[in-house]
C-alpha cells in the first residue's frame, strides 16, 4: 500500500484519502513506502491472516463500518486465542469501485478499532475485481519468547472452557435472512438486533490474552463452530473430549428459541462465527483463570473435560446420553 506524490494514481489517491490517517505506527512510513518495519524485540511475533468475502461472510448490504470491524476482529481473535498482545496489521482490499460513501465508513470503523485494540495499519495493498468484495488482514501480535499457546498441548483431565455465549452470530445471520429465527423473535426487537450485532461486530476477547498465556494448555478461537473447532484442536493434541450440552453457555435470546424448539443444539455449536476462545484449562489452574477472566471483564464457562482418545469429542445430553451432530461446523468446501 504505497502512495507515489507525483501523479498520483485513483489507487494512490484512494490510499491517501482513507488510509494514511490510520498508518500512525512510525514503522508504517505514512504509507509511502513499499514495506513497513515492526521493530525488533526479545518477544516471539505472532502472524495470523484471515480474509472475509462478500456473500460469504458478510452479506452486501451489510454496513461498511460493520464489515471493517469484523474484518480486524476475526484477526484479533486469532491473536487473543494465541495469548498475544496486538502489533499491528496489513490490508489487501478489493473493490467493485472507488465508491466514497462506502470507504468513508469503512475507513472510519477500521481506523476506531485499529486505536481502540491497539492494532495500527502498517501498509497493504488495493486492487480492483470484478467479483465480490474481497478483505484480507494479516495481523502480527507479540508474545513473551516461547510463550505462544499452541492447539497441540491439551492434556486429558484438562478443563474445556469457553468465553462469552455461542451461536448467537448463526442465529443472526438467519435473521437477516428472514429464516426461522427471524419468524420466532418478530415481537422482540432487542433480541433480533443483539444476535445481528453479534454476526456483525465480534468481540474478540484481547482482554483476555495474558490469562489464556499464564493458565491454558492449548486454545483457539470459534470461527467455524464450537463442536468442529473442539474436534480440530483436540485432533492436534491427540485427544478427545467429552462436553456437557446443557452447560454450553447461550444467550437469552438463544436460549428462547432453544426453548421453543426453533433452533436446534446443532445449530449453536456448528453454526460459526462466534470468535469466542475455546481453551484446555489444566484443573490446577481453572480457578486462578477464572479470577483472571473476571478481573478482565471476560466470561468463561466449564463446559467439559479433555480425556484421553482419537474419537470425535461427545456432546451429552442432560441425561447423559450422547447427542448425534451431524454437522460439526461450516465449511468452506
Not at 214 to 239: I, W
Not at 286 to 293: C, I, T
Request: aromatic content about 4%.
Amino acid at each position: 500500500m504505497t502512495d507515489r506524490k507525483s501523479n498520483p494514481s485513483g489507487e494512490d489517491s484512494l490510499i491517501a484519502r482513507y488510509f494514511r490517517p490510520l498508518a500512525t505506527d512510525p514503522g508504517a512510513f505514512n504509507l509511502v513506502d513499499d514495506a513497513a518495519i515492526l521493530k525488533a524485540s526479545g518477544d516471539d511475533l505472532v502472524v495470523t491472516t484471515d480474509a472475509i468475502v462478500e456473500g460469504v461472510h458478510f452479506l452486501s448490504g451489510d454496513p461498511p463500518d460493520t464489515v471493517a470491524r469484523k474484518a480486524l476482529r476475526v484477526n484479533l481473535s486469532d491473536l487473543a486465542a494465541k495469548g498475544a498482545t496486538p502489533a499491528g496489521f496489513v490490508l489487501t482490499l478489493a473493490l467493485r469501485a472507488a465508491d466514497d460513501a462506502w470507504l468513508g465508513p469503512f475507513a472510519r470503523g477500521l481506523g476506531e478499532d485499529a486505536a481502540d485494540f491497539g492494532c495500527p495499519l502498517l501498509g497493504g495493498d488495493t486492487v480492483s475485481t470484478p467479483g465480490p468484495l474481497m478483505i484480507s488482514i494479516t495481523a502480527f501480535g507479540r508474545v513473551p519468547a516461547g510463550r505462544m499457546v499452541h492447539r497441540s498441548r491439551a492434556k486429558p483431565g484438562d478443563r474445556v472452557v469457553v468465553t462469552g455465549t455461542i451461536g448467537d452470530a448463526a442465529l443472526g445471520l438467519d435473521i437477516l435472512k428472514g429464516g426461522a429465527a427471524a419468524a420466532a423473535l418478530a415481537e422482540d426487537a432487542a433480541a433480533k438486533q443483539m444476535l445481528v450485532g453479534r454476526y456483525h461486530v465480534p468481540q474478540p476477547r484481547n482482554a483476555l490474552a495474558k490469562a489464556i498465556r499464564d493458565h491454558a494448555s492449548a486454545a483457539m478461537d470459534v470461527s467455524d463452530g464450537l463442536a468442529g473447532d473442539l474436534a480440530k484442536l483436540c485432533a492436534a493434541s491427540g485427544v478427545s473430549a467429552v462436553i456437557d450440552a446443557p452447560s454450553i453457555p447461550v444467550s437469552a435470546a438463544a436460549a428462547t428459541l432453544l426453548a421453543r424448539g426453533t433452533v436446534g443444539i446443532e445449530t449453536i455449536v456448528s453454526g460459526g462465527d462466534d470468535y469466542e476462545i475455546l481453551c484446555a484449562i489444566p484443573e490446577s489452574s481453572f480457578e486462578a483463570f477464572a479470577l483472571a477472566a473476571d478481573i478482565a471483564g471476560v466470561a468463561v464457562t466449564s463446559i467439559g473435560t479433555v480425556i484421553a482418545g482419537s474419537s470425535v469429542p461427545g456432546f451429552l445430553d442432560a441425561q447423559g446420553r450422547e447427542m448425534p451432530l451431524p454437522r460439526l461446523s461450516y465449511s468452506h468446501f
